[in-house]
């Protein structure tokens, strides 16, 4: 495995620090959201692999530890123990938190900054904003008022914002700035659903649009970059229309305004998404989650994220959520794979160990520090 001077996890989100029984556990493991299969565990899978081998040593264990071990141990020290080794271990120096996602359920920015010992930035999530917004207010333009002073408020502690407009409505939308009369037509017709009928997420298209043109007004004048899901998630995902490169006419008025894209973890788009890197002088894209589901696999991942994605334009990230051992195995993967491709690369004479540094650098923390501006100038 390679070390790197510093590694800043450019996307992740907080951890579930209590003592987790093995359904609670497991459920952490997977993206699933059905009921349990009879007799069989999320240990059984390439993530379960990885987690067996690299964690296990970390929490005093022999590496492949069995499940029922390991999670005894685990239990043994306790979640905040186990979780705090696991998280150190990872030798990440900087996280970038995006806290839109079962916030309630999660360590909070400080609190994930005390027990990980590294510098933590948040990463606001503007559907949770809207959603925030629809919680209190009573009318549609009491909601679109809200929400731009939320969004505001939050970004001026934040160094980025992020949208899963894929999730919600996929990128074959409408991709220009709705007119008012719409968006709050949209807002009331939202509102009184909820009145009528309990709860319902953000899912309308004319209020995701707007919130997305508001977050890039947002990020130009903060500059910031937008960070925007592709690809994998949870099941309701419609995974054709999730291709970024359905989304261009939005990222080409981004590039207009000088704001950077940031493409999340984009599985199966990896070319899709590195091809975008290439050709647009805005898009920038990361791996993360993908490393770690396709455990011992995902060198071919890594070798698709470095066969035409500009140096410059890769992050790092895990993509971790919930479990701190998402988080440890996001570093140990990443420099596990990057360090098989471009030992390669070094062995076949296509670049110098020189090269093979200064490439490692710019992924694994100087890109993020200048897109984010984490560091001065």
Known sequence: MIEFERLIDHHCHGI???TLE??????????AHRPEIAGCSQFDKPLGLILRRYCAPVLDLPAHAEPEAYLAQRAALGGEEASRRLLRAAG???Q????????????????MASISACTTREVVRIEAVMEQAARTSTTGSELIETFETLLTTRASDAVALKSIVAYRTTFAIDQTRPARSDVLGAADAWLK????????RLEDATLIRHALFLALDTCAECRFPLQLHVGVGDRDVDMPKCDPTVFIP???QAEQSKVPITLLHCYPFVRESTWMAEVFSNVYFDVGFTLNFTGPMARRTMEEALEMGPFFKQLYSSDA???AELHHLGAVQFSRMFGAVIDGWIAAGDCTARDADRIGAMISHQNTERIYRLVAG
């Open 96 to 111: 970038l938190i995006d806290t839109g996602h079962r916030s309630d359920d999660i360590l909070d920015v400080a609190q």
């Open 250 to 252: 939005f990222v080409l």
């Open 16 to 18: 579930v620090s209590a």
């Open 92 to 94: 990440v120096t900087a």
């Open 321 to 323: 959520f919930g479990l």
């Open 22 to 31: 093995r359904p609670k556990f497991e459920a952490l493991m997977s993206e």
């Open 193 to 200: 659903h909820i009145e009528t009928n309990g709860w319902r």
